[in-house]
């Protein structure tokens, strides 16, 4: 299992050359941390050995499908879940045993979970008097916390007179009075329609960028939503940790074929690896021979012996469709077509590859009728190599 060194993290690296102790340690550990619902025969392990460390000012992403253990791990760290086993600590004070309101963490959640009969004014000062707040500064803090979601003319509505959109804005809001020094967000757009994600998912950008030092954790099964908002993605799948890493490196050169597929929908393609220089490779996929990246990890080294077997990981937009002339093409024939606005998804049958379906991006409407014979052009080098299973 991967320990994270966030001395290695870019956010980190930049820290002041005066730094203390308390400087580099991390806003949030999650130390081998376990987690299993029901006891005995019945037991479910929801989490198990997750390890992963957040520096103050950086945002990390949790993303799986669901059911992966992303709100596991989530509620273990705001106190709403008991760890079987292993340690959360925050600022590296162990919180474990700690009640979530102790906790000083805030907390959005998909739902929104606000007090149907409270103002929104009232709503968002809830945590601040649990917090003991002394009472003459809780109503600047609302208004404060209500400014910087841009809801400070609603403070005297109820939830049910608000959009969806302007809910989850109070709840964030309602987190942020607290000025907590973690923020943790359980899938908070997903309960928004598409073009208000996307307007709501500019605002996080804004308000990230307004919180430098808070250490935000952001649960979602929307890979746009992770590439967008965080420094560092960590790919969970069936209660384990597969992957971590910045987001650009996870979409270059993903380490595992789940990760490959889940972000960014990746065609993964069986080929036999030829001769290899450095990080290139020659592959050859039906009888054509490829070029190909032959990724390196940053511990470790992977063995891309020739003769061997790989996956080529090459997501659709990258893929040509030509015709059946072209010297570097290889034969295939349509077996869908879907017209999406901007591109046209083609999925292909390739000859030589059986029981395997190449999806391409063709840019426009691009109409092919089913069973239309084309050529499939890969360009060089031609994405890169994944381990077969991994
Ligand atoms: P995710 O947030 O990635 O969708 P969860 O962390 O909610 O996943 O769930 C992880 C696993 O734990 C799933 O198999 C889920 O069914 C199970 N689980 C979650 N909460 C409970 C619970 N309160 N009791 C029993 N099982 C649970
Ligand atoms: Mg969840």
Redesign the pocket.
């Known amino acids: 299992m991967p320990d994270i060194d966030v001395s290695s993290s870019p956010t980190i690296s930049a820290a002041q050359p005066t730094s203390t102790l308390s400087e580099a340690t991390p806003a949030i550990t999650f130390d081998r941390v376990g987690v299993a ?2 006891r005995g025969k019945k037991a ?1 392990d ?1 989490l198990v050995d997750f390890n992963l460390k957040v520096a103050a000012g950086e945002t990390v992403a949790l993303l ?1 499908p ?7 791990a989530l509620n273990a760290l705001a106190g709403f879940v008991r760890p079987t086993s292993g340690s959360v600590r925050l600022d590296g004070r162990d919180v474990t045993d700690l009640p979530p309101a102790k906790r000083g963490i805030g907390v959005v959640l998909q739902s929104y979970a606000l007090f149907p009969h409270m103002r929104v004014a009232d709503n968002v000062a809830f945590g601040l008097k649990s917090h003991r707040v002394p009472r003459g500064e809780i109503g600047p803090r609302v208004a404060e916390a209500l400014d910087m979601v841009g809801m400070s003319a609603f403070g005297k509505r109820l939830p049910r007179e608000l959009s969806g959109g302007q809910q989850q804005r109070v709840a964030i809001a309602r987190a942020l009075a607290i000025r907590p020094r973690v923020l943790l967000l359980d899938e908070p757009l997903a309960a928004l329609d598409a073009q208000l994600r996307q307007s709501m998912l500019a605002e996080l950008q804004q308000l990230k960028q307004a919180l430098p030092e808070t250490a935000m954790l952001y ?1 979602t099964h929307d890979q746009a939503e992770a590439l967008a908002l965080a420094h560092r993605i960590v790919v ?1 799948n069936d ?1 384990r940790l597969m992957d971590v890493g910045t987001a650009e490196n996870l979409w270059r050169r993903p380490p595992t074929s789940f990760t490959a597929a889940f972000l960014g929908g990746a065609n993964l393609i069986p080929c036999t690896v030829g001769r290899v220089i450095g990080t290139s490779a020659l592959v050859s996929i039906a009888h054509k021979t490829i070029s190909a990246e032959a990724p390196q990890p940053t511990v470790g080294t992977i063995d891309w012996a020739p003769g061997s077997q790989a996956l080529l990981c090459i997501r659709p937009h990258a893929l040509q469709i030509v015709g059946l002339g072209h010297p570097e093409a290889l034969r295939a024939s349509v077996n869908a077509s879907v017209w999406r606005g901007a591109t046209t998804r083609v999925v292909l049958s390739v000859n030589g590859l059986p029981d395997r379906l190449i999806e391409v991006d063709a840019p426009g409407q691009a109409v092919y009728s089913i069973g239309t014979e084309v050529g499939l052009r890969f360009p060089q080098p031609a994405g890169v190599l994944v381990q077969t299973g991994r």
């Open positions: 619902y029901g479910t929801a799986g669901s059911g992966s253990g992303k709100s596991t649960v969970m209660a």
